[in-house]
Each structure stands twice: as C-alpha cells, then as structure tokens.
C-alpha cells in the first residue's frame, strides 16, 4: 500500500532529483537522497537512507524502496494536471547511481545535472 511519499510524488511534478554525500565523520558513510519538485517550484524530500558508500549496490537498493514508496515513478507515463508525462529522473552521472538507475526505473527519462 504505498504511503505519504506517494501521494506527496502524484500531485507534484514528475521529477526525482537523485544524490549522494559523504559523511565526514568516524564512520564514513554515505546519505542518499531523492528530492521532488512541488506544484509550487518548492524542493521536498521524498526519501533518504544511509547506506556504506555511493555504489551500485547502493544506489539499486535505494532506488527499489522508492519505486516502492511511489508505484508512479515507474510508470511509463502519468496524468499530471491533465497532461501525460514520464517521470524524469536527475542526477549527476554517478556511475553507480547511472547503472541503478537503467536497471530499478527503466521508464523514466534521465537528467543529468553539472
């Protein structure tokens, strides 16, 4: 049954910012984030994790549980505002991330970010 984060993604716009940051601490982890867009131009998150570093193995388990929070971003196309879109994912090129990415959401359209 999805949650709050997918009735917040339905009604905001089709797009997934994705990224990584390291911690510099004594663990030396690894915060995943997926930011939206709201109606209003306004960033939210919509999900983040703490995972051992930014690798594929990572970033596909991580993109896995927010396809599962949010069915609708793995849709080929959905309804916004009466029109039809892919959900559009952004990102900055990661290699780990760009593999997770084709595999865990094949239907959206990607982004990359500079």
């Known amino acids: 049954m999805p949650g709050v984060a997918e009735g917040t993604f339905t009604s905001c716009l089709p797009l997934v910012l994705l990224n990584g940051t390291f911690f510099l601490n004594a663990y030396s982890q690894v915060i995943l984030l997926a930011i939206g867009r709201d109606g209003e131009n306004w960033p939210y998150l919509i999900a983040w994790a703490i995972v051992e570093s930014e690798n594929t193995e990572s970033w596909t388990w991580f993109i896995k549980q927010l396809v599962a929070g ?23 090129c990661d290699k780990g991330l760009l593999k997770a990415e084709k595999a865990a959401i094949p239907s959206a359209s990607p982004a990359y970010c500079a």
């Open 70 to 92: 949010c069915p609708s971003l793995n849709l080929s196309f959905r309804t916004y505002r009466g029109n039809e879109f892919k959900p559009t994912v952004m990102s900055d």
